[in-house]
């Protein structure tokens, strides 16, 4: 089974500031991908970011990053300079390459604040 | 449409009543989930369907939860007997699934609160 883990319940950012939001994740599977979707108070699910197991190189979109450390099973989203629209609950979520079985698993979240 | 349509968008039932949640994929996308999320809650997955099977209805919290896919297209979940407990938003996805080394984003829907009162 997969299990999804973020420690950080909340968190008060800065403005302009960077941010870590932490993730790990457990599972035996070789093949998977690593997602992290923001929740803004709307509701909505919007994906920001993808990492795929064989992938060398961290994903980047904008100011999104995914440092991403396969033997430590850590997939840890970067915000650089925060704003004041990042404010959100943002989830990590995995999944496997497996056909027909391709369940997104989602970790508990984190709600990021960004403060002015 | 463009994206994933869940109706009704809000909905509420007496207790004990039958509810049908409706989600309308993304054309073409054979991946359907749904998850449930409480108020200030993670996702908790309920089912997922690869066309038109459920390989994974391990989610289900009661036998009073069913959800089909026909056509490999709309998806209904219905739960009978609502319980106060029910209450939540259903959120429905939808993703293409390629395989290994490919994106499988999943794009949700707006999701479909239901008060059980």
């Known amino acids: 089974a997969q299990k999804i883990t973020q420690t950080q319940p909340g968190m008060f950012v800065q403005e302009k500031e960077a941010v870590t939001l932490d993730c790990t994740y457990d599972?035996?599977?070789?093949?998977?991908?690593l997602f992290w979707y923001k929740q803004p108070s709307s509701g909505e699910m919007i994906f920001l970011i993808y990492q795929g197991s064989y992938d060398e190189q961290n994903a980047t979109e904008g100011r999104y990053s995914l440092n991403f450390q396969k033997a430590r099973k850590s997939a840890n989203l970067v915000i650089s300079a925060s704003q004041l629209g990042d404010s959100a609950m943002y989830f990590c979520?995995?999944?496997?390459?497996?056909?027909?079985?391709?369940?997104?698993?989602f970790g508990t979240g984190t709600r990021l604040t960004i403060i002015p | 449409g463009a994206g994933v349509s869940q109706s009704p968008s809000n909905k509420v039932t007496e207790k004990g009543k039958d509810v049908e949640l409706r989600c309308d994929p993304i054309s073409g996308h054979t991946a359907l989930y749904w998850y449930r999320q409480s108020l200030g809650q993670g996702l908790e997955f309920l089912i997922y369907f690869q066309g038109n099977s459920a390989p994974d209805k391990s989610g289900l919290p009661s036998d009073r939860f069913s959800a089909e896919r026909t056509g490999g297209s709309v998806s209904t979940l219905t739960i009978q007997r609502t319980q106060q407990e029910d209450s939540a938003v259903y959120l429905c996805?939808?993703?293409?699934?390629?395989?290994?080394?490919?994106?499988?984003?999943?794009?949700f829907g707006q999701g479909t609160r239901l008060t059980v009162v």
């Open positions: 979520a995995m999944n496997r390459f497996d056909f027909g079985n391709e369940k997104l698993t």
């Open positions: 599972t035996s599977d070789q093949s998977y991908g």
């Open positions: 996805a939808s993703s293409l699934v390629f395989g290994a080394k490919m994106n499988t984003e999943a794009f």
